[in-house]
C-alpha cells in the first residue's frame, strides 16, 4: 500500500482546495474515491465539488455508498484512493491501493500527522512526501 502526505504551502494552503485537484486527478482512472473528513467540512467539499472544476462533473455524494465519490466520517472497508483530511481519524483497516494525506500548515496538525506517517511505516506502508507549493 502506498501513503502520500501532501504538506499545504506557498498558494495550496486550502485543504478543501488541495483535496479537490487530488479528486479531480483521481477520477475516472479511480472507480472508487472515498473522502474522510468532519461533517462540516463534507458539507463544503459538497457544494465545491458541484461547483468545481467547472465543466466537469464529479459523481459524488455525502455518506452515498453507492457514489464513486465518497465523503464520508469514517474511512470505508475498501477503495482505489482514500483521501483524509481528517489528521484525528483512526488509521483506516480496510484495502486501499493509494492514500493520500494533506498536511496542513498547523504546526499542532503536523505534529498529528507525524505520528500518523511513523504509523503508516509500520504498517508496512510504502510512504512519501510531498511539498505543494
Known amino acids: 500500500m502506498r501513503v502520500d502526505f501532501y504538506e499545504m504551502s506557498g498558494r495550496f494552503t486550502d485543504p ?12 475516472p482512472a479511480s472507480k472508487r474515491i472515498a473522502v474522510v473528513a468532519e461533517r462540516a467540512r463534507l458539507a463544503d467539499l459538497d457544494e465545491r465539488l458541484w461547483a468545481q472544476p467547472e465543466g466537469r462533473f464529479l459523481p459524488h455524494g455525502i455518506n452515498q455508498p453507492e457514489a464513486p465519490i465518497q465523503l464520508l466520517e469514517d474511512a470505508p472497508d475498501s477503495a482505489d484512493v482514500l483521501i483524509n483530511l481528517d489528521a484525528h481519524a483512526p488509521l483506516p483497516g480496510g484495502q486501499f491501493e ?6 496542513p500548515a498547523d504546526e499542532s496538525i503536523k505534529a498529528r500527522l507525524r505520528e ?14 510531498h511539498v505543494l507549493k
Open 16 to 27: 478543501l482546495f488541495v483535496a479537490g485537484v487530488l479528486i479531480g486527478r483521481a477520477w
Open 116 to 129: 500518523r506517517w511513523m504509523a503508516w511505516k509500520e504498517r508496512g506502508a510504502e510512504v512519501h512526501h
Open 98 to 103: 493509494r492514500i493520500l494525506e494533506l498536511v
